[in-house]
């Protein structure tokens, strides 16, 4: 017969363990001071987007004053309208992307009627026969005026990232518009320099109203992200017990790095997104938005019901072992120790227990079975005249002892493999294991909180 007794333990009995774990499982959210500090920086970078805005306003401003009065005019109102826009960043993304819109729509009303307007002048040039000395001036001037807006675009604006291959498409146009003129054929391509100037003044104010609102996307998706990094901060470390402050739940350690890998994600995207050359478009932006950052928190919610879970499970299986060990000392023995794993508290827990009569051992072990609180109940026995009898005895006891206390625990049943010598050696079991050859260890040296039980009872 194996002196080795295997009882299995229904984990779903432990209902009130598993609300503890519920409990210390709730993501704290209520961060006053954290949140402020991202209150600020976000604050930080909408100020910073209105002045970078205003200053690439400025400059554009600066390169059109060339032109013509009735171009100025109606650019002038095109920055009235771009500034204000700027103004209402902080507004929040919903509210910006109708301000878009409806400005969008603004320009392109405004467009239309101008459109309407030099449309009406053109067919007056045409009953001309396009020969007029008014026509060559106003085309020669409208010219003046689309070479000046595409300088300004080319110099000061950031056409290729909201608009790429749209100023090169213009300036080709405006090459053959070049041609026309010097070919004097100023009357006949009036109509081609009107469109191409209101084409370029379109691209101007596009461009303007698109890099307004990727920067306010983007300082939204780092508002976002920065939300969620202090998350993670605030709940690294989670109070157990309100009698002892100073005893922690650990996080990063009961899930084996996976708050780290988390927080080390979330950190390279809030520089990625931080960085002035964000490679990420505006709809990359909605997505961490909208998607990423709650993603990022459900994962944060995970994790830490996780280490919860575990630790939970952890003094659930410090405490069935005190069960057993207090049932064998009413059967002759004497406790001499308890141990982790390779000091592991995440491991299984081992109580050693003498015979007071004939020296004998008994090594309990209680194995997680997974990250959850089921565990797996080992009674090893090391006696040099084994007592079969007595053995069925004891392990019988425990099954019983178990059931008194709520569990749905098994008859004992014979563990073929046998109990293992090495496991008397609570000096070496407790040793932390190897690092392998690339220097990582499959174990987390560093112990989390300490269970109650751990080296005493």
């Keep these: 017969m194996s002196g080795a007794k295997v009882i299995s333990v229904d984990a779903a009995a432990w209902r009130d363990a598993q609300a503890s774990a519920r409990d210390l499982a709730k993501v ?15 604050r930080d970078d909408v100020e910073r987007v209105r002045r970078e805005a205003a200053a690439r306003q400025d400059g554009t401003d600066r390169a059109l004053a060339d032109l013509s009065e009735h171009a100025r005019k109606l650019e002038d109102e095109t920055s009235r309208r771009l500034r204000k826009h700027g103004r209402q960043l902080a507004e929040g993304r919903k509210r910006l992307a109708e301000q878009g819109e409806r400005l969008a729509a603004e320009i392109a009303r405004e467009r239309a ?10 067919a007056r040039v045409g009953e001309l026969r396009g020969e007029s000395d008014a026509a060559a001036e106003a085309a020669r001037r ?18 290729g990232r909201f608009a790429p291959g749209r100023l090169e498409r213009l300036a080709s146009r405006l090459d053959v518009a070049r041609g026309n003129l010097e070919a004097h054929a100023a009357g006949y391509s009036l109509s081609q320099v009107q469109d191409l100037y209101l084409d370029l003044s379109e691209l101007r104010a596009d461009v303007e109203r698109l890099a307004l609102e990727w920067e306010a996307l983007r300082a939204e998706a780092l508002a976002a992200l920065r939300t969620v990094a202090a998350t993670i901060e605030d709940n690294a470390e989670r109070p157990i017990a309100e009698a002892d402050p100073g005893v922690v739940l650990d996080v990063d350690h009961w899930t084996d790095g996976g708050l780290g890998a988390l927080r080390d994600e979330v950190a390279r995207q809030v520089d990625a997104v931080a960085d002035p050359d964000c490679p990420l478009d505006a709809a990359a932006l909605r997505a961490l938005i909208s998607e990423a950052a709650p993603e990022y928190e459900g994962r944060l919610d995970a994790l830490v019901e996780r280490a919860a879970e575990r630790i939970v499970a952890s003094q659930l299986r410090v405490n069935v072992a005190e069960q057993v060990v207090a049932v064998l000392e009413g059967q002759g023995f004497a406790w001499s120790g308890n141990t982790y794993a390779a000091g592991d508290e995440r491991r299984a827990f081992f109580s050693r227990l003498r015979h007071r009569a004939d020296g004998g051992e008994v090594v309990v072990e209680v194995a997680p079975d997974g990250d959850g609180p089921g565990f797996t109940l080992r009674i090893l026995s090391y006696e040099d005249d084994p007592d079969e009898a007595a053995r069925r005895e004891r392990s019988a006891a425990v099954s019983r002892a178990l059931r008194a206390e709520g569990l749905d625990a098994g008859d004992p049943a014979e563990d073929a493999a046998g109990p293992d010598p090495a496991l008397r050696d609570f000096a070496a079991l407790a040793r932390p294991a190897a690092r392998d050859e690339a220097g990582e260890s499959p174990l987390v040296e560093r112990a989390g909180v300490r269970a109650r039980g751990a080296d005493e009872r």
């Design 113 to 122: 009627e101008r459109r309407a307007g030099l449309a009406a002048v053109d």
């Design 142 to 159: 409208l010219f003046g005026d689309a070479r000046t807006m595409h300088d300004a675009i080319r110099d000061t604006l950031p056409h």
């Design 28 to 42: 704290r959210r209520d961060m006053p001071r954290l949140l402020r500090q991202v209150e600020r920086a976000a």
